[in-house]
Antibody, heavy 120, light 107 residues
Framework: EVQLLESGGGLVQPGGSLRLSCAAS????????MSWVRQAPGKGLEWVST????????YFADSVKGRFTISRDNSKNTLYLQMNSLRVEDTALYYC?????????????WGQGTLVTVSS | EIVLTQSPATLSLSPGERATLSCRAS??????LAWYQQKPGQAPRLLFY???NRAIGIPARFSGSGSGTDFTLTISSLESEDFAVYYC?????????FGGGTKVEIK
């Protein structure tokens, strides 16, 4: 059974940093494109970032480009999101998501999310 | 950036009725469109990818169609568990984008 377990969320002041982690199990992690998607309270879904299987290729939404970094450790089956220079508008539930076989950049499994709150 | 416009924003229907949800892209995404269902307090669930490929475990009452800029998600006969918010998402161009969602509520 595929499982994705996010951690690392919390309350942080504007300008601060957080590092999110997503522990994956139940599939060959190193073979899949992985992504982060967020959802602000009461709002819709927003794609944040994607990393390819080997980690060499990464993609970011304009809203986080230059502030967030995505990485992965395939030996630990773990996905990361380093978030710097956080803004109030980054407040959201952050989901880790696994891509569909043969259709990367669509998401067939999601974690339950970790809540990031940016507030003074 | 490709903008996905979902309509209607809210669909009020009774169990057993047919639901038709629309997703329109600001430019062609070929068939690179997915649909997700999200219930309160839950993560999204993939329904269809590449417009019409049904995800594992999705009941046959759900169908996805379309290509280019116009896509449709149809629920042939609504069951109680289908009342939720539905999102479309495209992977035809970076950045990946989601539509604003359609809420299917009980009438």
């Amino acid at each position: 059974e595929v499982q994705l377990l996010e951690s690392g969320g919390g309350l942080v002041q504007p300008g601060g940093s957080l590092r999110l982690s997503c522990a994956a199990s139940g599939f060959t992690f190193s073979s899949y494109v992985m992504s982060w998607v967020r959802q602000a309270p009461g709002k819709g879904l927003e794609w944040v970032s994607t990393i390819r299987e080997g980690g060499a290729n990464t993609y970011f939404a304009d809203s986080v480009k230059g502030r967030f970094t995505i990485s992965r450790d395939n030996s630990k089956n773990t996905l990361y999101l380093q978030m710097n220079s956080l803004r109030v508008e980054d407040t959201a539930l952050y989901y880790c998501a696994k891509s569909v076989v043969g259709a990367p950049f669509f998401f067939d499994h999601w974690g339950q999310g970790t809540l990031v709150t940016v507030s003074s | 950036e490709i903008v996905l416009t979902q309509s209607p924003a809210t669909l009020s229907l009774s169990p057993g009725e047919r639901a038709t949800l629309s997703c329109r892209a600001s430019q062609s995404v070929a068939s690179y469109l997915a649909w997700y269902q999200q219930k309160p307090g839950q993560a999204p669930r993939l329904l269809f990818y590449d417009a019409s490929n049904r995800a594992i475990g999705i009941p046959a009452r759900f169908s996805g169609s379309g290509s280019g800029t116009d896509f449709t998600l149809t629920i042939s006969s609504l069951e109680s568990e289908d009342f939720a918010v539905y999102y479309c998402q495209q992977r035809g161009n970076w950045p990946l984008t989601f539509g604003g969602g359609t809420k299917v509520e009980i009438k």
